[in-house]
């Protein structure tokens, strides 16, 4: 169910009070265009009608797609007890097979909508990337800050991402195969960490860590 409230947002510019909307709750389904605003990274744009300063207004946000059974808890700047996986296991029962994230950016947020629309497994995906993100580092000298997810083809068989590279502006854009991904998937499965009690956060760490104990095992 998306919940709504308004609160009164100082201008950081002029300091006029400016009644705001804000969505605390997002189901996909009753509200598509929030949906579309989150894809399209409008979703958290501010203007003060008074100065016409503009502004990212950034606050705590559950996105839910009933159909496609997953809740993505958006955490901004999380990193404390808020970025902590929080287990609703045996509080809400009804909650059970629906797949359940944290994550601590708009921009994270997105990807998980567009990695789970894809029907993709988000433990495989992230393998993929932490894979691309080590060759960037070691066959083109760049360090990668952020890797997103983009868009997935099994008819051309290719998966794509863009990565944020230290010093650098403009993403990269980096694809492989999907045979990447399918192989990815297996090791996933194989080291199966789905917890669906838990919101938890699947990212770079969670590839990390994956390759870590995969490697470990194959010894
Ligand atoms: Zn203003």
Redesign the pocket.
Same mark, same amino acid.
């Given at each position: 169910m998306s919940t709504q409230m308004s609160k009164d947002v100082g $201008? *950081?510019?002029? +300091? +006029?009070a400016?009644r705001t909307e804000m969505w605390p709750g997002v189901c996909a389904q009753e509200h598509p265009e929030l949906r579309e605003r989150l894809l399209g990274e409008t979703f958290f744009d501010w203007t $003060? *009608?008074?100065?016409?300063?503009t502004a990212r207004f950034e606050y705590p946000c559950l996105y839910h797609d009933r159909e496609r059974k997953f809740m993505v808890y958006l955490a901004p700047g999380g990193s404390g007890d808020e970025f902590r996986p929080v287990d609703v296991g045996s509080r809400f029962p009804q909650l059970a097979g629906v797949k359940k994230r944290v994550v601590c950016s708009p921009a994270a947020l997105k990807e998980k909508i567009l990695i789970f629309e894809a029907g993709l497994d988000d433990f495989a995906v992230e393998l993929v990337k932490f894979a691309l993100a080590d060759m960037l580092t070691q066959k083109d000298g760049k360090k990668p800050v952020q890797g997103y997810f983009c868009e997935a083809d099994e008819g051309s068989n290719r998966i794509a991402f863009s990565f944020f590279t230290e010093g650098e502006a403009e993403p990269l854009m980096r694809k492989t195969s999907m045979d990447a991904y399918r192989k990815s998937l297996e090791i996933a499965r194989k080291l199966s960490r789905e917890d669906e009690d838990c919101f938890e956060p699947v990212d770079a760490l969670t590839a990390r860590d994956m390759m870590q104990e995969y490697l470990a095992d194959g010894e």
């Open positions: $201008c *950081p510019n002029c +300091a +006029a400016v $003060c *009608p008074g100065c016409g300063y």
